[in-house]
């Protein structure tokens, strides 16, 4: 029947070609297409640590450059530190049980209280300058300007645990050193030893004699291996198959640049023309008395209110630059915008800039804003403070600085690590929100203790101590029901902004 079909048609059927093929392919996709607007987009893809091979380097240089000497990303950088660690770093529960299911009260207390003078200035690294904070606060800068954090455990060590880790400097991990995976060698790429599935085996470290001090860490050279279980490897995973991190602000870099130098060269003219210098033009003229630049230019330093007199034969044109523009506060605005969102942070909270800011878009930005620090706080717990408590905790019990057994290590190895928490612009209504939450038993004092960063348990303790001592004193305990707290209406609101009016 088909036969037929085709026959009709006056076709051959090994000639037929389904609708869906064509013979010259159409792109359905507009990025995809080569359009004069697309000359320059990149057309082909490869793999990241390839990029990351060639640009690494230099990508890093020039983000320590702008950590250092732009303000904006100064900001950022103590943004990230005040919100993810906070003024006191993470807080440490040990939430180790007994067979019961019930809290081993004196373990978690003497590992607590251990892990707290580990953590002071100089115990805890091995250059004896840091404090817990401290690196924690390092952690924060380095993985904006690095983009990786590499810890490297060091046991035996001369203090009471016989623990601290060492940061090292990403540019130590050897970025040109890449080798095959074939029958002989494993594979090595970025100075990453890996294995058939690409999980790390040993990072190859350039030595530390090599480094000048006048320079950079050479690369290339002679290495120092250590395995990868001694060492903590830190960056945010954005690719599959990434071996290294890259700094956290490449998407802004070159706005912060540019902004940075734009601001510079207005500054500059706006100098220029308030100074408003004049020159005198005499038959006999004046030697010149600038200087002459290494380009062979000529520059003299002028002062406000002065008038030079000119050589003869030289005349000057007046030059009047009306700088700032009425344009400036607009772009810079607009360039913050976009570094802002770069980098995930409201405009708000990235520049300060709180004009035109209300409570309903200021309340916004905040919970955005507060996600995306949980978030960092998410991934320096389980990158950083996790694997250095269990390191620092195996050492302890092994040398004994706990008097508790090694055999029970993974008991005690139950730390909950706690971030900064943030109070709202207005803490009465969110404290009332809160009531009405528990007792339309949709959340627990648990989960609302745990926002707050606290330990409820630990919390009830405290409240029944506080009340044992107030009892002995001769104090009335407080209370809800003598306190008679005021109850948040609404309407007194509407009233006060009436009252506004």
């Known amino acids: 029947m088909l036969k037929g079909f085709y026959r009709l048609l006056g076709v051959n059927k090994r000639n037929v070609i389904p609708s869906y093929v064509h013979k010259t392919r159409i792109r359905s996709f507009d990025v995809a297409k080569f359009l004069r607007s697309a000359a320059g987009w990149i057309t082909s893809s490869v793999h990241i640590d390839q990029d990351l091979r060639s640009d690494l380097r230099t990508i890093r240089a020039r983000a320590r450059d702008l950590c250092i000497n732009n303000p904006y990303c100064q900001n950022y950088v103590r943004l990230m530190r005040r919100n993810v660690f906070g003024s006191t770093g993470f807080s440490l529960q040990v939430k180790a049980r007994d067979t019961n ?39 924060a800068s380095s993985i904006i ?41 494993k594979e090595i790429r970025l100075g990453v030893e890996l294995d058939a599935d690409d999980a790390p085996v040993a990072y190859h470290f350039c030595e530390p004699k090599s480094f000048a001090y006048n320079g950079s860490y050479p690369q290339g050279g002679n290495h120092v291996v250590v395995p990868a279980k001694d060492i903590i490897h830190i960056f945010p995973k954005d690719r ?52 002459t630049n290494d380009d062979g230019t000529k520059s003299m330093d002028l002062e406000a209110g002065e008038i030079r007199e000119l050589p003869a034969g030289q005349k000057f044109t007046s030059w009047d630059p009306k700088h700032p ?33 209300n409570f309903s878009s200021i309340r916004a930005g905040l919970l955005e804003d507060r996600e995306e620090w949980k978030s960092w706080q998410t991934l320096f717990i389980e990158g950083f403070a996790e694997p250095v408590f269990a390191a620092w905790l195996e ?13 029970k290590f993974d008991k005690f190895n139950s730390p909950e690590f706690i971030g900064r928490r943030w109070a709202w612009v207005d803490p009465l209504k969110d404290a009332n929100a809160n009531k009405i939450l528990i007792e339309e038993r949709l959340t627990t004092r648990t989960r609302l203790a745990k926002e707050l960063g606290l330990d409820y348990e630990e919390l009830l303790e405290e409240i029944k101590t506080e009340q044992e001592t107030e009892k002995e004193i001769g104090i009335s305990p407080t209370t809800s029901e003598n306190t008679n707290p005021t109850e948040y209406n609404p309407k007194d609101e509407e009233d006060d902004e009436e009252g506004k009016k």
């Open 101 to 139: 299911g019930l809290l081993d009260k004196f373990a978690n207390r003497q590992i607590e209280d251990a892990f707290w003078y580990w953590g002071r200035k100089g115990n805890c690294t091995v250059d004896r300058k840091l404090s817990w904070k401290g690196a924690q606060d390092l952690c």
């Open 145 to 185: 300007s690095d983009g990786e954090i590499i810890i490297r455990k060091r046991y035996g060590f001369n203090n009471k645990s016989g623990f601290a880790i060492q940061f090292i400097d990403p540019e130590m991990l050897d970025v040109t050193f890449n080798q095959s995976r074939d029958d002989k060698n």
């Open 240 to 291: 599959i198959g990434q071996t290294r991190g890259w700094p956290l602000i490449v998407p802004i870099m070159e706005a912060l640049k540019n902004l940075n130098e734009y601001e510079k060269s207005e500054m500059t003219a706006a100098r220029i023309g308030s100074n408003q210098v004049g020159f005198l033009e005499t038959p006999t003229g004046a030697e010149y008395d600038g200087s």
């Open 325 to 357: 523009t009425d344009a400036f506060s607009e772009f810079v605005r607009s360039m913050k915008l976009s570094m802002a969102a770069g980098v995930s942070v409201s405009y708000p909270t990235f520049t300060g800039d709180l004009t035109g800011v």
């Open 395 to 407: 050492a302890s019990l092994t040398n004994q600085s706990i008097t508790l057994p090694l055999s």
